[in-house]
């Protein structure tokens, strides 16, 4: 215990010293073994875009017919890739692997919530889902016919997701999480005909009824004719005859359907955003495009060799887990960690104890996460020998200083290079990254676009703004991976992504500022911007600003009516575990924003909070603070994760009025 707590100590100390540190490039050992060493993937890309991603559909994906042309963009914004083309995504990502020999290979190491194991082969991947694809097939769903997905973490939920694929009807996740009724809207904007659940689902060490509860939203959803239930706590669960059907009986019975070669543009998938800015909207992906972006960023930014651990923490229910634990990892022939419960059960370094035990070399998650880790504390991961890691990635929103530094150098060992991944639902794959052995890392930048991006920041009339300077991010040039529409609702998509600045040019709803080296430094969502008398700031600097204190834990910073500067900044702030805020901290936040960002920056009010509001994918709701602060009705609250941090809240700022 008291050597745990010296070396405790020591990283402290080299911490702060670190905060001085600018920029890391990849340490030698790693570059040495790098898929990518140079900006050569940059200059083709740069010489002939369309025909550099053609040559990374080819290498990366099996056809079973060639596309006659790679990019239609005669209709934008309605663009389509690879044209002609036919492929299927479930035969990419298991059958061509066991076709090659390689169907005993991991594909996941599966860790259940009780410490349960199960290693899952490319071969048994592919004889359920050619077994559930039948399935689903007699009961009447084929290609178009939306299926919706409610499961946990567990391996049927791949198998669930690549069965839809094999025979062309597109998915709808939803995360296991989410309540029966957002589950309901769901399913209901989808008009899925059928849907596959569980009978129960664990949460640390408790059990919930899922199927039951599922039942009181069916009788509501007229075309849903068919529920497929996994059976996983065994706890039984009412069941309809002619509707419901267990998933175990059903596959016993049933032979294999062969993967249904399908055009380029057929949709893959719906999947509707985590609802951090507004009502959430049904992003649609289609095959061939969305299959070569994922495969070329899995592999790349990756620098996925075949001797990797993979592990991304993610739920399947975003699209992290639907590109980088499905998707990605399965048509690069990945083996991947598969981890069904919380980070924090049975204790707080589960997560370690699952890195050493499968010797993952590759971890990926966001900086919530990571932030939550440095308030529990060093200890937990120095319980565990992490030195299998060799990379690590961060996504979901920009990562402050303080807390990629604290990746660095707590989970990685200073020898893991960081890779910042920057991009969305509506991207379908990664766009702004480093590539690790190559990319030199400043802490709290995602860098430079990917080979094939166009990404750029603008002002308000689309001129590129000068270093330094922030404005609002863009993409000029199509991508393959991007999303094609939102469901059923065409208008809202050229509405909300193609009308800012022209039918051509992407509008993506985040403010960023470029620097002299052209590094990316995305500082937030546009509408977390203050401005305070007349000076335009953003929520994420000033958060980052807040959060440099040692002893704050997390911050949450949004723009309050005021009189005299028109906006004033309001600061929702959580201190680390066993620290009593008070006005001398308050002072001392106050102080260090001043000297980082400025006076004017300085928080009129903090607002103490035990948590902060957060989607059920660890972002923070900042609309609904901008609500609770101005004491407006609340917006759309579907994707909140604990509705009780609200309550707490409304109380507190009520309380200080
Ligand atoms: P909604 O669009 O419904 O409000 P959302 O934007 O939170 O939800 P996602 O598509 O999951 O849903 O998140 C994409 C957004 O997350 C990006 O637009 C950006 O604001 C943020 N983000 C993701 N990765 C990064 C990153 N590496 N750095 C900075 N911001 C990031
Ligand atoms: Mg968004």
Known sequence: MATRSVRAEEIERELESLLTRETFPPPEEFRRRALIRDDTPWREAQADPVAWWERQARALL?????????LDDSNPPFYRWFVGGRLNACENALDRHVRAGRGDRVAFYWRGEEGEERQVTYAQLLHDAERLATVLRERG??????VGIYLPMIPEVVVAMLACSRIGAPHNV????????ALRDRLHFSEAKALICVDGARRKGKTVAVKAAVDRILDELPSLG??????????????RRGRDIWWHEALAGAGPTPPEPLDAEHPLFVLYTSGSTAKPKGVLHTTGGYLTGVAWTQRHVFDLHDDDVYWCTADVGWVTGHSYIVYGPLVCGATSVMYEGAPDYPD????????ERYGVTIFYTAPTAIRTCIKWGVEYPLRHDL????????????INPKAWLWYWRVIGGGRCPIVDTWWQTETGHILISPLPGVTTLKPGSATRPLPGVDAAVVDDAGREVAPGEQGYLVLRRPWPGMLRTLYKDPDRFVETYFSRFGRETYFVGDAARLDEDGYFWVVGRVDDVVNVSGHRLSTAEVESAIVAHPKVAEAAVIGQADERTGQAICAFVTVEAGVEPDERLAEEIRQGVAERIGKLARPARIIWANELPKTRSGKIMRRLLRDIAEGRALGDVTTLRDPEVIAQLETKVRELQ
Not at 141 to 146: A, K, R, S, T
Not at 348 to 355: G, L, N, P, R, T
């Open 62 to 70: 099996d056809w079973s017919e060639p596309w006659q042309r790679a």
């Open 226 to 239: 068919t529920v497929i239930c996994v059976r996983h706590t065994g706890e039984g669960a009412p069941m």
């Open 141 to 146: 769903i084929g290609p178009g016919d939306v």
């Open 348 to 355: 707080k370094d589960i997560w370690w104890e699952i890195c």
């Open 174 to 181: 939803v995360f296991g999480g989410f309540s029966v009724e």
């Open 387 to 398: 030195s299998s890691l060799r990379l690590l990635g961060s996504v979901g929103e920009p």
